[in-house]
């Protein structure tokens, strides 16, 4: 499995596209190549070297829409992760709240599904309730992300000034938290200067 294949170098792209041509084509080994792009628009935008862009012409295609495109897999997808992540952990299996689904299933989800994977993980692992409830920060920092994006997707004005700085005041109030409320390394997580 190889993920995202138009952020690797174009050395390592090279090294692919030899892997890619000398397997014998009747083979007990599966090649996944993962992109966020289709093949035209990676070659197209010279995130490709050419000779694996042909390489990867003979590869079957398998188009999934985005996790935005089919919410109705979302649910699946947290109870997926997080019976998986307390596995790992070695917790008794949670659950997780009507509300906090709700939320995930309506949000935009740019990075797709390891970022669902993550936000599900990282409350899981905050949560110390057998009903997991999503941090108020994480919900405020995506409702101010969100309505950023928005505004910039509609061409809408919005003051940009005021928006930067209520997210970045949730952002001091999470280092802040996550820290004990330690100001000094609060500022060193941040690698800001404690004046700020």
């Known amino acids: 499995l190889i993920q995202e294949v138009e952020g690797f170098s174009f050395l390592s792209q090279a090294s692919i596209a030899k892997f890619v041509d000398q397997m014998p084509k009747k083979s007990f080994v599966q090649v996944i190549i993962t992109a966020k792009k289709s093949l035209g ?29 089919r919410r109705e897999d979302i649910p699946l997808l947290v109870e997926y992760f997080l019976k998986n992540g307390c596995e790992r952990l070695g917790m008794k299996l949670k659950t997780i709240d009507i509300n906090a689904l709700d939320f995930l299933a309506r ?7 390891n970022e669902l994977k993550a936000v599900v993980e990282r409350a899981l692992v905050a949560s110390d309730q057998d009903v997991i409830e999503l941090p108020q920060y994480l919900i405020d920092e995506y409702i101010q992300l969100e309505g950023m994006v928005a ?10 000034d005021k928006s930067l700085s209520n997210l970045e005041k949730t952002l001091i109030e999470r280092a802040l938290d996550a820290v004990g409320y330690n ?14």
């Open 183 to 196: 100001q000094t390394r609060a500022a060193e997580v941040l690698c800001i200067s404690e004046a700020n």
């Open 151 to 160: 505004n910039i997707d509609r061409k809408q004005a919005f003051s940009f």
């Open 107 to 113: 949000r935009d989800w740019r990075e797709n599904v």
């Open 41 to 69: 628009e990676m070659v197209k935008d010279n995130l490709l070297i050419d000779s694996l862009g042909e390489s990867l012409k003979s590869f079957e295609l398998i188009a999934i829409p985005s996790l935005t495109q």
